[in-house]
């Protein structure tokens, strides 16, 4: 793509004033209207060393209203975003519904700077390349436009406007010795670039080059670039809620067919003397292993789904009684408030993710797309159609980080949660526990029952597995847990030691 450039292109000082004040006119109009339609917007500026993408960021912003975006530059990783997924810097700044976000810099570091100076290796930039994919096609199936610009120079021009920067000793800081590194050995690194756009220019997330030789035809031609862009969004936006069509998703269940959650066994049962043997037992190999997992930085996310009432805040409690309250944290999960419908559904989660040796226990999680919200309507079926990729590749991010990750589902029966109903409407400490909405979800158990067939199926994955617990009795769910969870972590700690 790259060798295809003329870098050659100029704009007259005469045409570049004559075209930049209609230019910011028009993207000024368009920041109103994205705002307005609840569009969010996302601008990547990457590029050689000195191709101007401070300058040319600077040129666009101020044709916007700066209460609607926000600039954020990437640097090298800082020790805390080291100790997460290397996609969770950049999901926690995801714009909400309306605002724009601009990147200096973005997620294509991972396999451009950090590639050059061999942090990333082998099949690291692979899965890396893998990861950036999804990601940007998670965003732009949500609603978000993303722009890719690639400010081009040659080598020639790299070397005079570096030379220049070093010159003046309130520039000089800007230059580092990498910088000097990848000017000299700039046809390496333009190959890594050459790499990056044919492996992530994409139908929904196409690259834009921008010859950056002349910085009045570089301006110019990003105004352009954005303005297209949105102009088109706008428009298909437009169309599509005037064709908006929604149809009723057939919920009825075919009674013949055995599926998964009908083949449990929920008969299996402790009585309190084997729990209590087997509890704390379980709780002091936890402990043990909670230890040695902040030890070796191995980071854990357990999930915990299942039926209302199945148990899962009990299940959590047993899990975590013996765990040092300062390496894990229990994210319980409520239906989104207003700041988080403004983001992409799994926006709230990213920001959840531990660091490197902690341990994360979510009280329902991501799963609530394919479950309540597609019962319950509150998503389009195309919303939680694509869910099930959408939460397989971002649990792979979590793997390819090192991260432990289980999944159980807490199953009991309908007349197992009707007795835990009543028994909780009548005893006054647990009153707290039952609500309408519950009773009302009992009578759509089918549609649910549904649901739950088809997110295990679709999303137990070799590095993400669901777990089916038989929770009818308590005590037995709470052990098959807890020696659940210790297998895994031993089975993790005895690969690293290899």
């Known amino acids: 793509m790259l060798e295809k450039v003329d870098l050659d292109k100029k704009l007259s000082k005469e045409d570049y004033k004559r075209e930049i004040t209609i230019l910011q006119e028009r993207l000024g109009e368009l920041q109103r209207e994205c705002q307005k339609l609840q569009i969010p917007v996302m601008i990547l500026f990457e590029g050689f060393g000195a191709s101007g993408k401070g300058v040319q960021i600077g040129k666009l912003i101020q044709s916007l209203d700066p209460r609607g975006f926000c600039v954020y530059t990437t640097k090298a990783e800082t020790k805390e975003e080291r100790m997460h997924p290397f996609l969770w810097r950049f999901w926690t700044k995801t714009p909400e519904k309306g605002r724009i976000a601009i990147f200096d810099g973005s997620w294509y570091r991972k396999v451009l700077i950090d590639r050059f100076e061999k942090k990333t290796k082998g099949k690291e930039i ?8 999804a990601f940007e096609k998670q965003l732009t199936d949500d609603g978000c436009v993303l722009i890719k610009l690639l400010l081009d120079i040659d080598k020639k021009e790299q070397e005079v406007r570096l030379k220049k920067l070093l010159r003046e000793q309130e520039t000089s800081w800007r230059v580092s010795d990498w910088d000097l590194k990848r000017n000299k050995r700039y046809n390496e690194y333009a190959e890594m670039m050459e790499d990056m756009l044919c492996s992530t220019d994409t139908k929904y997330a196409p690259w834009s080059i921008v010859e950056a030789t002349d ?29 908006e069509n929604h149809t009723e998703e057939k919920l009825e269940k075919d009674v013949t067919q055995e599926t998964i959650l009908s083949k449990v066994d929920l008969s299996y049962s402790l009585t309190r003397e084997e729990y209590e043997k087997k509890r704390k037992k379980c709780q002091n190999k936890i402990q043990v292993l909670h230890g040695e997992l902040y030890r070796r930085r191995i980071p854990v996310i357990l999930c915990f789904e299942g039926w209302d009432a199945a148990g ?9 009684e013996k765990m040092d309250p300062r390496g894990f944290v229990v994210n319980p999960t409520s239906a989104p408030n207003d700041t988080e419908k403004a983001h992409h559904y799994l926006w709230r989660f990213w920001g959840k993710i531990p660091k490197a040796g902690h341990i994360a226990i979510f009280d329902r999680t991501w799963y609530g797309r394919v479950m309540v919200e597609r019962v319950e309507r509150f998503c389009s079926e195309e919303e939680w159609k694509r869910a099930y990729q959408e939460i397989n590749d971002m649990e792979k991010d979590f793997v390819n980080a090192g991260a432990v990750v289980l999944k159980f589902w807490l199953q009991i029966d309908k007349d197992e ?32 029952e549904k649901a739950v067939e088809e997110m295990i199926l679709k999303t137990s994955t070799d590095y993400a597995p669901w777990m089916i617990v038989e929770a009818n009795n308590k005590y037995y769910a709470r052990i098959k847990v807890m020696e659940a969870v210790i297998k895994a972590l031993e089975e993790r700690l005895e690969k690293d030691k290899k």
């Open 215 to 243: 910085r009045r035809y570089a301006t110019v031609k990003i105004y352009h670039i954005v303005i297209t862009v949105l102009e088109q969004q706008i428009v298909q936006r437009g169309l599509s809620k005037n064709l």
């Open 417 to 448: 949660q009707e007795r835990r109903f009543k028994d909780r409407q009548e005893n006054p400490l647990k009153q707290w526990k039952i609500t309408e909405e519950d009773w009302r979800n009992r009578q759509k158990w089918e549609q649910y």
């Open 126 to 133: 692979k899965t890396a390349y893998e990861s950036i994919r």
């Open 312 to 320: 899962k805040g009990g299940v959590i409690k047993r899990l975590t």
